[in-house]
């Protein structure tokens, strides 16, 4: 079965530290992968995507992610946190017609 | 550009009732797909409409049911509601060709509670 697996329920992490959350998928082939930010109550913001060619990914506000195929992963990264980037962060997966599989999501905590 | 937008934004409702929630999709987009997102959880995926037709389904169960306009916005409706229906139900629309895969965006949700 397809599955997307985020290993670290929350996260606590200092201003201006930097931050890899993980996100590890079992599928039969190479899915495509998503980084989605939510803030509480709201809805979900794509923040990178990754569907073939060049394996580390830039996205919006700052955060990349690299594609591992040898280890099945997509872990996202930031060099510099900012207080604003304190939110639920989810890792999603798809292959055809579009039907994303998401993890259970990364909750960060931004520490001043 | 309009973004995603649903509503109603939160809803009560008693066990045993029906409900019906809205998105209208973002301009250009002609795919919606929904998503029912307990506490605590990751979006689990419902359905997906493309030009008017399901185009996937999710582990739900029939009381799960949805519709597509000419316009793309969609509906979704859910009959005979359950206490663990309560949810934040979110859409998603985006631009793409049957069985092809795009980057979804994401309406702010519609929070359900089911009393």
């Known amino acids: 079965a397809q599955s997307v697996t985020q290993p670290d329920i929350h996260i606590t992490v200092s201003e201006g530290a930097s931050l890899e959350l993980r996100c590890n998928y079992s599928?039969?082939?190479?899915?495509?992968l998503f980084w989605y930010v939510q803030s509480p109550g709201q809805g979900l913001q794509l923040l990178l995507k990754?569907?073939?060619?060049?394996?580390l990914v830039q996205g919006i506000k700052g955060f990349e992610a690299e594609f591992k195929r040898s280890q099945s992963s997509f872990n996202l990264r930031k060099p510099s946190v900012h207080w604003s980037d304190a939110a639920e962060y989810f890792c999603?997966?798809?292959?055809?017609?579009?039907?994303?599989?998401f993890g259970q999501g990364t909750i960060l905590t931004v520490h001043p | 550009e309009t973004g995603v937008t649903q509503s109603p934004t939160h809803l009560i409702k008693t066990r045993g009732q029906q409900v019906t929630l809205r998105c209208s999709s973002q301009?250009?987009?002609?795919?919606v797909s929904w998503y029912q997102q307990a506490l605590g959880q990751g979006p689990q995926f419902i359905f997906q409409?493309?030009?008017?037709?399901?185009?996937g389904r999710g582990n739900f169960p029939p009381r799960f049911s949805g519709l597509q306009f000419p316009n793309y916005s969609s509906e979704l409706n859910v009959n005979a509601l359950e206490l663990d229906d309560s949810a934040l139900y979110l859409c998603?629309?985006?631009?793409?060709?049957?069985?092809?895969?795009?980057?979804?965006?994401f309406g702010p949700g519609t929070r359900l509670t089911v009393t």
């Open positions: 999603a997966g798809g292959t055809s017609y579009g039907k994303l599989t």
């Open positions: 409409y493309y030009r008017e037709e399901e185009n």
């Open positions: 301009s250009g987009h002609n795919t």
């Open positions: 990754y569907f073939s060619g060049d394996t």
């Open positions: 998603a629309s985006s631009s793409s060709r049957q069985r092809e895969i795009s980057e979804q965006y």
């Open positions: 599928y039969g082939a190479t899915p495509y």
